[in-house]
């Protein structure tokens, strides 16, 4: 057991980023109890197992939370404020951070707890553009850049067969209807494989792989979408693409090439206006 502690790293109390090592070390305590029961019959108990480790999380809960709330005492600094991350690709879900305050710290945590195989940030400013009512753009956050105070939004980049790191662009999709939203949504080519990766205890399927093609490859594989209308619309079938803006350019991009010479990489220069299908059936 003590080889399959090492191989997870240290666990430091203060460090809240390390702290979801706490239930793997606890099953690698059950898996151990379970093989000596196998050899000594009769010397394991699983509900003394049970309320033993429920005990030590109260206790490291109690003795945690009264960490946090030292600083305040006798006219200190206050804790750190809790920053919530939105998942940008399915915005009801949020994840609550207590004690962490920079990007690479926030990434190591969704990782440890599974919410995200390889987790990228963005942060949402206001009043960045003048296409849309509340002129939103996304930005891109490097690992040493705080995030307090800040609109922050995650992205989970799924293992790959090649590199990890995917490129993609983050899109501002415009809705005007049947009520103004604007969003950000994460784009890339859509390539249909088998590929598997570990979320907490429990395997997940995931079978879209978004990739911004590179100068002279197809986009979406043997389909090429070519323009990027087409890839929209194969992308986005649930909405009606009304039009496309750069944010510091032409507006005449819909039947452009969608490639990584029309945007680079990890950026949000792009707006799309665009419909809900139910809206336009609506007006028809």
Not at 51 to 56: K, M, P, S, V
Not at 58 to 84: H, Q, S
Not at 167 to 172: F, H
Not at 215 to 222: K, L, R, T
């Amino acid at each position: 057991m003590a080889a399959e502690f090492k191989k997870t790293g240290p666990f430091l109390p203060h460090d809240m980023t390390t702290h979801a090592k706490r239930q793997i070390h606890q099953g690698i305590l059950r898996n151990g109890m379970f093989r000596l029961d196998l050899i000594q019959p009769g010397l394991r108990d699983p509900k003394k197992e049970e309320a033993a480790i429920a005990e030590d999380d109260l206790i490291f809960r109690t003795k945690y939370e009264a960490v946090l709330i030292m600083p305040n005492l006798g006219g200190g600094a206050d804790p750190l404020d809790p920053i919530v991350l939105c998942d940008m690709e399915n915005p009801q879900q949020s994840v609550t951070l207590p004690s962490i305050s920079e990007c690479g710290d926030a990434k190591r945590y969704l990782q440890l707890q599974g919410l995200a195989f390889y987790p990228e940030l963005w942060v949402r400013h206001s009043d960045r553009q003048k296409f849309t009512p509340k002129g939103y753009l996304w930005e891109h956050i490097p690992n040493s850049q705080s995030i307090k105070g800040m609109h922050v939004e995650y992205i989970n980049r799924p293992r790959s067969a090649g590199s990890p790191c995917r490129d993609y662009v983050v899109v501002l999709r415009f809705v005007e209807k049947p009520v103004n939203s604007e969003n950000a949504v994460p784009l890339g080519s859509y390539t249909i494989v088998h590929v598997f990766y570990i979320r907490l205890t429990f395997l997940s399927w995931s079978s879209l792989l978004p990739d911004l093609p590179p100068n002279g490859e197809p986009c979406c594989g043997v389909n090429d979408c070519k323009l990027l209308l087409k890839h929209l619309q194969a992308v986005w079938p649930t909405h009606q693409v009304v039009a496309a803006q750069m944010v510091d350019g032409p507006d005449g991009v819909l039947l452009k090439r969608f490639d990584d010479t029309l945007l680079d990489p990890r950026t949000n220069k792009l707006i799309v206006k665009v419909t809900t299908c139910e809206a336009k059936d609506a007006v028809s």
